[in-house]
């Protein structure tokens, strides 16, 4: 997982981390909750159906709330 840059409204995060397992979830993006304690606030309000736009490396994509990690804290969004 390589270092990447996601906007959400007017959140920017620089160190949210992709992966890809295509036998779980897909594409997912995890974005530490230390980078920015607010949208990890917004992101635990998130319905589990939202879809919400984002810019993903310069690309836009589609977000969906996957889970929270606990021992990581951080959220796992699927992206498309």
């Not at 779980?24 to 635990?44: A, E």
């Amino acid at each position: 997982m390589g270092k990447s840059s996601i906007k959400i409204g007017s959140y920017e995060i620089d160190d949210a981390h992709l992966s890809s397992d295509e036998a779980k979830s897909g594409d997912t993006v995890h974005i530490p909750c230390q980078s920015d304690p607010d949208l990890c606030m917004q992101l635990d309000a998130w319905d589990d159906h939202t879809s919400v736009p984002a810019v993903l490396n310069g690309q836009h994509s589609i977000l969906y709330k996957d889970k929270y990690d606990k021992h990581k804290d951080e959220w796992i969004l699927r992206f498309e």
